[in-house]
């Protein structure tokens, strides 16, 4: 019998008390009083010895590390109860100590930026400032791309209550929707976004139709206060663009996966080249279902209607069991953090869609939130974000500054846990429904980051383009997604997803522009490593240990070129890492077989 785990998760590790935690306020008084002290030292805006500029700069990580663990906490109360309106309080005084750090930073990085370049490699050679000389060297160029100190701290300050403000108030139009739902004893009820999220990947396809209409109806319902968020979240973001000099939108979401244009096109373009073989997959998908196209709730629904459910506590151990076999540390940490309650995975009311990780690193600890229900998907989300609980975990010892980790490698080390999981699984498997379930729930990887992604790519981008021309309304905005879905898909549609884009909590992030392409990266970077892993046995476990060390401290095309000795602004790593999914399709083309002769 698999051991029990905890459904829910413990906080008051952290600061005790929930959204009423005295320890939480006081780390926030804390931070302020760092701040001011901070601000006192830079007011002169003289130029600092490098001892004093080492000591300003522990000063500087220390707030960062703090602010990171605040932030993450009133993350988990917002995301664990969407009333919690105790919660949102905290969030805006932590929103408002962020702003106020953005413009302490921008006097510090215009300070960096205003020496030598001889000066300036002088200052490196200091034994602290060495350790962060790449991060720091970072800022200070990324310093003379942005206005003055004074406009930047402004439109910080102004951010709060505007940029930060409105996908804040996304974040309550979610909490206020409701969907319908008639349960299998015929009773209706009153599911959350989170909840009813679930709902549209049942195996029973009139379950998920009906699921996916009430889907569509609510957030049609919500379209036009979600198209005005939308549009001012975009419009702050253009303007400040605009005043900076920046051209593309794409300036600061690449800068902050510090990845090249050059790289993004090469990885778009091998996808492009690569797609083929995912549309023999969904043609074939939708023969075993009896329909002509697969309708959007179809593409990640399991085959039959009889997917076994899986407790949590046997996709734990199963979880687990997977990782012993790559590395001893990952499946250990991973035991400890289903073990010590980190995970909240109680399928409940009053909880946020979708899944996340997040650090906690002064306390070197990490949470993870989603609504398990039991589907293939759910285990696949617990590896996933327990790949990124092991990225902080093996970074905690080093400087603050160091562990700033982009997006995209965050993504390759997520998915990289996916795929122990899903191909460990695959190959031990020896049922043959087993097998071909486990064999779909990998391709389906592959179709949410070439396809699903790419048209959230194809929307964002075409969406900027129009907003500098003004307002978009709800159905220019529908129209863009269903277009986009429709060309991202390789016109292998039937019905698309219109409202995606007031569904998706993605697209309403501030902190994080364009939160599509890296997840495309991580999992076709996380692929290539993977392949090496392969190659090279248990002794890879260090090797990925020490690239994931390096994550904070380097582009990625640094990372690939020092450790796995590739350059990702050509083609042939993403082609080669691309063509990986021909051979999981062409076993599932062969698997299925005789289910098509019989029909």
């Not at 702050?236 to 051209?247: E, I, N, P, S, T």
């Amino acid at each position: 019998m698999a051991k029990q785990y905890p459904l829910t998760w413990e906080l008051d590790s952290i600061y005790k008390g929930g959204s009423g935690s005295a320890a939480f306020m006081q780390e926030l008084k804390g931070m302020e009083e760092d701040m001011e002290r901070l601000d006192a030292e830079l007011a002169g805006n003289a130029l600092l010895d490098a001892d004093k500029l080492a000591q300003l700069t522990e000063i500087v990580q220390s707030v960062l590390l703090r602010l990171r663990e605040t932030d993450s906490f009133v993350a988990c109360l917002m995301a664990a109860d969407v009333r919690d309106t105790a919660a949102n309080s905290l969030n805006d005084k932590v929103k408002t100590l962020s702003a106020k750090l953005i413009g302490v930073l921008t006097r510090f990085d215009n300070m960096l930026r205003a020496y030598g370049d001889s000066e300036w490699a002088a200052l490196l050679e200091h034994e602290k400032l060495a350790e962060i000389a790449f991060n720091l060297h970072e800022r200070r160029e990324l310093a003379k791309q942005k206005m003055a100190p004074e406009l930047e701290a402004l439109a910080g300050d102004l951010s709060v209550d505007g940029y930060h403000g409105w996908g804040d108030y996304y974040n309550l139009i979610v909490s206020r929707a409701k969907f319908n739902d008639v349960g299998a004893d015929g009773e209706s009820r009153t599911l959350s976004a989170g909840q009813m999220h679930n709902r549209l990947s049942e195996g029973e396809r009139s379950v998920r139709q009906a699921a996916f209409t009430e889907w569509e109806r609510v957030w049609s319902e919500q379209a036009d206060l979600s198209a005005e968020v939308l549009n001012r979240i975009s419009g702050f973001r253009l303007k400040l663009y605009d005043k900076r000099g920046w051209a593309s939108v794409l300036q600061e979401p690449l800068q902050m996966n510090r990845m090249s244009e050059a790289t993004l096109k090469a990885m778009w373009t091998a996808i492009q080249d690569g797609k083929q073989s995912l549309v023999r997959y969904l043609e074939r998908k939708a023969k075993l279902l009896g329909v002509e196209k697969l309708d959007w709730h179809d593409v990640e629904a399991p085959l039959g209607a009889s997917a076994r459910i899986v407790p949590y506590a046997e996709a734990a151990e199963f979880i687990v069991e997977q990782f012993r076999g790559f590395s001893p540390e990952l499946a250990d940490f991973s035991q400890e953090a289903f073990a010590n309650g980190w995970i909240e995975a109680e399928d409940r009311p009053g909880k946020r869609p979708g899944g996340f990780c997040t650090s906690f690193p002064k306390s070197g600890q990490t949470r993870i939130f989603m609504t398990y229900s039991g589907s293939a998907s759910n285990i696949s989300t617990l590896a996933h974000e327990l790949g990124h609980a092991y990225h902080q975990h093996v970074m905690n010892d080093l400087p603050p500054l160091s562990q700033e980790y982009a997006m995209n490698v965050a993504e390759t080390a997520s998915t990289f846990a996916e795929l122990i999981v899903s191909d460990k699984a695959l190959k031990t498997a020896t049922d043959a429904d087993e097998k071909l379930g486990l064999l779909e729930d990998k391709i389906q990887r592959s179709v949410a980051f070439f396809m699903n992604i790419h048209a959230r790519f194809l929307f964002e981008t075409r969406f900027y383009e129009l907003r500098r021309e003004g307002l978009v309304s709800s159905e220019q905005l529908s129209k863009l997604m269903e277009d986009a879905q429709r060309e991202a898909f390789s016109d292998m549609l039937g019905e698309a997803h219109p409202h995606f884009w007031a569904s998706k909590l993605h697209f309403y992030l501030t902190d994080v522009p364009f939160y599509n392409f890296p997840y495309t990266f991580g999992y076709l970077f996380s692929a290539g490593i993977y392949a090496r892993a392969q190659q090279e046995g248990p002794s890879f476990a260090d090797k990925y240990v020490a690239l994931l060390r390096d994550t904070g401290r380097m582009t990625v095309e640094e990372l690939a070129s020092v450790h796995l000795g590739v350059n990702l602004e050509e083609s042939n790593f993403w082609s080669e890492a691309v063509a990986l999914t021909e051979e999981d399709v062409q076993l599932f083309i062969d698997m299925t077989e005789k289910s098509i002769e019989s029909k």
